[in-house]
């Protein structure tokens, strides 16, 4: 399979369990991370759906062809490879969205940090659950294998 299409197919799924998680914590735990309306007012929009194209657009297309650019600089191989891009992204990730979180633990994120520390940990479990499904599916869907012996 073509490397485009297999980095594709492997972010779609990848972006599909990253939703899949948030969204679970956000019902279990009891915190909203509000991604999308997030990223909508980058749009000046109220509405939770251009920022929904957004994320799905960096899942699905931005970042596996970033993936195929530099993955042959990133350390390991395959679903380990994916994981470090991932962590990369994700230290953008925390920052970046941690002043949306609302619901029972954004009090804590004031208070004793106890959110901040759980926000922390759950983004970092579904950043690299989405790597290693990006960095193993793209190698399971036939993507050539990226070379570390070029990186020098």
């Given at each position: 399979m073509d490397d485009t299409i297999s980095a594709i197919g492997a972010g779609t799924a990848g972006t599909i369990v990253i939703v899949l998680v948030l969204g679970l914590t956000e019902m279990t735990v009891g915190f909203g991370l509000h991604v999308f309306e997030t990223l909508s007012t980058l749009f000046g929009s109220e509405s939770p759906v251009p920022g929904l194209i957004l994320f799905f657009a960096g899942g699905t297309l931005m970042w596996p062809m970033l993936y195929i650019s530099l993955g042959q600089f990133l350390p390991g191989t395959g679903p380990t490879r994916g994981m470090a891009l991932a962590a990369i992204l994700w230290v953008g990730f925390a920052p970046g969205f941690a002043g949306g979180v609302t619901g029972a633990l954004a009090p804590a994120f004031i208070e004793d940090?106890?959110?901040?520390?759980?926000?922390?940990?759950?983004?970092?479990?579904?950043?690299?659950?989405?790597?290693?499904?990006?960095?193993?599916?793209?190698?399971?869907?036939?993507?050539?294998?990226?070379?570390?012996?070029?990186?020098?």
């Open positions: 940090g106890m959110g901040l520390v759980i926000y922390l940990i759950v983004t970092l479990i579904a950043h690299l659950v989405y790597g290693a499904i990006l960095g193993g599916g793209y190698r399971k869907l036939g993507g050539s294998e990226l070379s570390s012996s070029a990186a020098v």
